[in-house]
């Protein structure tokens, strides 16, 4: 049985079963509760989008570029292809300007994207997120790190930690080094995968840099301070890192103002292409990360023409359902309602009794299903039988009610016990 | 039993001697030779196929051949499409030497500038015969905004008129300035390659070959893999390609077997144009009409050629419009005149091992034969795809074939979507056709928008001129 669902299902694609899905509503819920208390209004992009969205540099970067969907349409005929979306901050991005002209313009969304992945490895990824267009820095960048913490300690993870980084410190490094745009893309990656020849490379073309670059690479901020650290070490040699680091520092004090828990990476995420500022991401209490965003200030120029800045941040659906803590179900007990006879007036009042304790929170349905929980009530109704018209019994302790109206029905289900 | 693909055309030399050389002769295999089917001398455990050189990759990474003979060109094109597939370099064999070169006319480069400034101009134009590798150079350089025109050949003759960029495979790139283009950036320098399935050299024993096949007698040359360009400027300037207005009727006639049809279509209607014989031809034949301007391109590309706007007008095969609209359904191209010649049939041909009769009966044999997939090979892969779907096979692959096609079933296929005269091809190479898929002759398309006024005029007036040379 098994085997024969896996030839069926595309390799990297996952169906979300009824658990998964009570998580995955649970998170949306919590996610468009959280957004809607900030002001922000809810988008959804299409699936399909042209593939120039994404290939101008300073959009998704070559590593992505090279795992999208893509493919010519039913009228391609063109040449010209088109993508499965593979990200959804660019398609926020041609939404706001297309459609918005106001600033600032604060959108949310929940959707899926596609990326090939090898092997087993999921394809299909499903993203909350949310970006806030116009110039809002710093309030923006502090808003949305506020309103993702928040959704994360509304699903019940615990304390979330938030790890800050900028993308300005290296590009100010590498550009001084002189590698040009792109290939400072690629070193960054580089010293991400722990390529400790890159530092040497830095330092080749950087003699007069004698500030330790494992400062950099290899240590982890705790604390404003540090900061003040590596602008001390680095004021002189690498100058343009000064703005970048008064950015970083601004947005750590405000964190550490309202008690939020926080390190300092400046290595810390992939595929930075579109980021200008600064970049924080979730930690949850075992350290995974959940998600996280920035500022990509010239992203809405690439993709639409019109400078406009912004910041956003997307949370990872299936890592977050995956670490949620067990949910209760979404709906009361289960009632099972059966008509005594095979009758309309019996069927007639079936169907208005479930309609009845569907309204009073109960689940209530004509037509049982192998499901959990177990359905733990059973309700006869019977027209012909004037006292004894509703008989409800209680499954897990045998006992019955007979009662002539719904009244004594719902008061015993709110008792718990007949 | 071991399975190895050679490459037919110019190859055939100088592979034949390195298999000698390696103690592994092969007959009837050489320039010239037809022979699709091989036989090692004194080996009964090898099995050789002949194939064009783009499938030979193709047949590897399915798994259907062990080892594989071909350009390096054609090993890098699948591996830019399907980047995880199960092929490997095993040597490079320093014979068959080519270049694949990104190539421009020289008033495109006064237009956009050199290549370097090109990241931020929207709307390139690129074709190749190789999309899967164009679309990469295309995303390294950054492009904004451009659209790849996949040909099946003579990618030189589209610049500029008709693309911006060409990526061109060629022996040397003097051959790229003899086309009246100029070389930009060389992304390979490559000889053809000895491949291998992963797959099978990680799971089956292939010693009684590989040894050999190693020892071909081949010069030491280092194997010259794609290197694609970065992107040097970052900021876009976000400019048009180009302005392609234009004000005169553009013809596209093909070369290669349609070409004699053709001249004599073209003689019926009095059209005679300097520069297109019955079998010899200029790429751009000057047609003596005012406003008139022709071109020779393949039939296989005419289709979308006409649809971009390019040309106007075009004389191609049926076949090869169905394939284009099965792909492209809204397609801005329909057939406006049945010229009705080079008439064949376009039929579903299968093994003469397989008790049928009828496609019904081989399909319900095959499944009786535990088959999960039914495999279709077609130069046509839309037709294909379209009769796959049409005809309800379930599931089933599409394999595209680019010629030699007969030998695919039934080792590689169990169906064959293909064009027959007489059906004696088929005979020969033990088929028989069990659907008739549609008949094709070779048809005046036009574009079924943006033509008006003295354009249109002119278009009408050539389809009217074609209908009466039938008609006389």
């Known amino acids: 049985m098994t085997a024969a669902v896996e030839l069926l299902r595309g390799r990297g694609m996952r169906d979300l079963l009824p658990e998964d899905m009570t998580r995955f509503r649970r998170i949306e819920r919590a996610f468009r509760d959280e957004l809607l208390g900030w002001g922000y209004q809810e988008v959804r992009t299409p699936t399909i989008e042209w593939l120039h969205l994404f290939t101008s540099a300073g959009t998704l970067s070559p590593h992505l570029l090279d795992r999208v969907y893509s493919f010519l349409d039913w009228d391609g005929w063109s040449g010209e292809r088109v993508v499965l979306r593979p990200d959804t901050t660019i398609p926020a991005a041609r939404v706001y300007a297309e459609h918005f002209t106001d600033e600032p313009a604060k959108l949310f969304y929940v959707q899926n994207i596609f990326r090939f992945a090898q092997g087993d490895e999921p394809r299909e990824l499903w993203q909350c997120g949310a970006e806030v267009y116009g110039h809002t820095w710093p309030a923006g960048d502090i808003e949305l790190m506020a309103a993702g913490r928040r959704v994360l300690q509304r699903l019940g993870l615990g304390d979330v930690r938030v790890r800050l980084s900028h993308t300005g410190v290296l590009r100010a490094l590498l550009a001084r080094a002189g590698f040009a745009p792109d290939e400072q893309a690629e070193r960054y990656d580089r010293i991400l995968d722990g390529d400790l020849s890159v530092t040497q490379e830095i330092l080749g073309r950087l003699p007069d840099v004698r500030a330790p670059l494992d400062l950099l690479f290899t240590v982890t901020g705790t604390d404003a301070g540090y900061l003040s650290n590596l602008r001390a070490v680095f004021a002189e040699a690498v100058p343009g890192m000064a703005p970048a680091l008064d950015e970083l520092d601004l947005v750590a004090r405000a964190l550490a103002a309202t008690g939020c828990p926080f390190d300092i990476s400046m290595t810390l995420a992939r595929d930075f292409e579109y980021y200008t500022g600064p970049i924080f991401r979730f930690a949850l209490s075992d350290g995974s990360d959940a998600g996280g965003g920035g500022r990509y200030d010239s992203l809405v120029h690439r993709t639409a023409g019109s400078a406009v800045p912004a910041c956003g941040f997307g949370l990872a659906m299936e890592h977050v359902m995956a670490r949620m803590p067990e949910i209760e179900p979404e709906r009361g007990p289960v009632v099972l309602v059966q008509p005594a006879a095979v009758s309309a007036e019996a069927a007639g009042l079936a169907l208005s009794v479930a309609s009845e304790l569907q309204a009073a929170g109960f689940c209530a349905e004509l037509v049982g299903s192998r499901r959990h929980p177990a359905c733990r009530w059973t309700l006869t109704v019977d027209p012909a039988r004037g006292a004894a018209r509703y008989v409800l019994h209680d499954v897990q302790s045998g006992g019955d009610l007979g009662a002539a109206s719904m009244d004594l029905v719902l008061a015993a289900l709110g008792r718990g016990q007949c | ?472």
Not at chain 2, 187 to 202: K, M, N
Request: hydrophobic share 45%.
């Open chain 2, 1 to 472: 039993m071991l399975t190895l693909a050679l490459p037919t055309g110019d190859l055939r030399g100088p592979v034949a001697a390195a298999l000698a050389a390696g103690g592994l002769a092969c007959s009837p295999y050489a320039d010239g030779s037809r022979s699709l089917r091989l036989s090692l001398e004194g080996r009964d455990d090898v099995a050789l196929r002949v194939f064009r050189e783009k499938d030979i990759p193709i047949q590897v990474a399915l798994g259907n051949y062990d080892f594989g003979i071909c350009s390096a060109a054609w090993v890098e094109e699948l591996q830019s499409r399907f980047p995880y597939d199960d092929v490997t370099v095993l040597r490079p064999l320093g014979f068959g030497r080519h270049q694949l070169v990104a190539a421009a006319a020289p008033e495109t480069l006064q237009r956009l500038g050199p290549l370097r400034s090109w990241s931020g101009v929207r709307g390139l134009r690129i074709v190749s015969e190789f999309p899967g590798i164009a679309e990469r150079f295309a995303r390294r350089m950054r492009f904004a905004r451009y659209s790849i025109h996949s040909v099946w050949g003579a990618a030189e003759a589209y610049p500029p008129e008709d693309a911006d960029l060409a990526i061109l495979a060629v022996k040397d790139p003097s051959d790229v300035l003899a086309h009246g283009l100029e070389p930009l950036v060389t992304l390979l320098d490559a000889s053809a390659w000895l491949i291998a399935g992963r797959r099978g050299l990680a799971g089956r024993d292939l010693g009684a070959v590989i040894g050999r096949l190693l020892a071909m007698a081949a010069p030491a040359v280092p194997p010259g893999t794609l290197a694609l360009p970065r992107a040097s400027q970052l900021e876009s300037r976000l400019a048009p390609a180009a302005g392609r207005e234009r004000e005169g009727v553009r013809l596209a006639v093909p070369d290669g077997h349609a070409q004699r049809h053709t001249f004599a279509a073209l003689a019926a209607a009095g059209l005679t144009f300097d520069g297109y014989g019955e079998k010899s031809y200029v790429r751009r034949p000057a047609s003596g009409i005012d406003g008139l301007e022709v071109k020779v391109i393949r039939p296989q590309d005419m289709p979308q050629q006409v649809a971009l706007g390019n040309f106007d007008l075009a004389i191609t095969g049926r076949d090869w419009l169905l394939d284009h609209l099965f792909a492209f359904p809204a397609s801005p191209v329909a057939e406006a005149l049945d010229l009705q010649r080079s008439r064949y049939g376009i039929a579903a041909a299968v093994s003469e091992d397989v008790p049928a009769t009828t496609l019904a009966e081989a399909l319900g044999w095959w499944r009786g034969q535990g088959h999960t997939a039914i495999r279709v090979a077609s130069e046509y892969p839309n037709i294909a795809d379209h009769f796959a779907r049409l005809r309800h096979l379930g599931r089933y692959q599409v394999i595209p074939v680019n010629g030699a096609s007969e030998a695919f079933v039934p080792e590689d296929s169990e169906i064959l979507i293909e064009g027959t005269e007489t059906g004696s091809s088929f005979r020969a190479n033990r088929l028989k056709k069990v659907d008739h898929v549609f008949d094709s002759t070779n048809c005046v398309i036009t574009r079924t928008s943006g033509i008006d006024g003295p354009r249109r005029r002119l278009v009408e007036q050539l389809v009217t001129r074609f209908r009466d040379g039938l008609d006389g």
